[in-house]
T-cell receptor, first 113, second 111 residues
Framework: NAGVTQTPKFQVLKTGQSMTLQCAQD?????MSWYRQDPGMGLRLIHY???????DQGEVPNGYNVSRSTTEDFPLRLLSAAPSQTSVYFC????????????FGPGTRLTVL | GENVEQHPSTLSVQEGDSAVIKCTYS??????FPWYKQELGKRPQLIID?????GEKKDQRIAVTLNKTAKHFSLHITETQPEDSAVYFC??????????FGAGTRLFVKA
């Protein structure tokens, strides 16, 4: 059981470039989420999914797209990167039970120049 | 929208003392309140959680209390040790799929 995996670990982009952050889980979890973590601001929810084919916006969705074609994968797309998107990105997953634990991936550190 | 406020942002204690971190939430429908510990460069990991039908929960040196009427919940760490030094996050969840986090508390335990 690998748990929640994320690739890449580190990425540097130039303003205006696009890229996809990958997230996968092998625990058959229905719920998956993307967070960004900035100093002094905790973890802010970008997008989440309650199952394949279903996604919704979180607190800070602008500039990011997601899709969920399979239970295992939940990629996060930056269409046109901006310096304000420099952050550490965490993917997380959990079962559909409301009070079950949320498991985090190791994170992706993104720098936009 | 939903909001979780966390205080203090930084907390420094002597080894062996207690540490208390407090959070308030805005969404009265929130029913699950996890606490995460994040060490430098690592992912957040759950340390304790409490459900809305419980007022207090304890696990060895850590305990969490919940006051639903006031929409407050707190983390208590007793007999602190240097390895407790980390950033702690509270969170509130409604229905389990949308979790909102507090801004975090950086805890320093001085030996």
């Amino acid at each position: 059981n690998a748990g929640v995996t994320q690739t890449p670990k580190f990425q540097v982009l130039k303003t205006g470039q696009s890229m996809t952050l990958q997230c996968a889980q092998d625990m058959n979890h229905e719920y998956m989420s993307w967070y960004r973590q900035d100093p002094g601001m905790g973890l802010r929810l970008i997008h989440y999914s309650v199952g394949a084919g279903i996604t919704d916006q979180g607190e800070v969705p602008n500039g990011y797209n997601v899709s969920r074609s399979t239970t295992e994968d939940f990629p996060l797309r930056l269409l046109s990167a901006a310096p304000s998107q420099t952050s550490v990105y965490f993917c997380a997953s959990k079962t559909s039970q409301p009070t079950d634990t949320q498991y985090f991936g190791p994170g992706t550190r993104l720098t936009v120049l | 929208g939903e909001n979780v406020e966390q205080h203090p942002s930084t907390l420094s204690v002597q080894e062996g003392d207690s540490a208390v971190i407090k959070c308030t939430y805005s969404d009265s429908a929130s029913n699950y309140f996890p606490w995460y510990k994040q060490e430098l460069g690592k992912r957040p990991q759950l340390i304790i959680d409490i459900r809305s039908n419980v007022g207090e929960k304890k696990d060895q040196r850590i305990a969490v209390t919940l006051n639903k009427t006031a929409k407050h919940f707190s983390l208590h760490i007793t007999e602190t040790q240097p390895e407790d030094s980390a950033v702690y996050f509270c969170a509130a969840s409604t229905g389990g799929f949308k979790t909102i986090f507090g801004a975090g508390t950086r805890l320093f335990v001085k030996a």
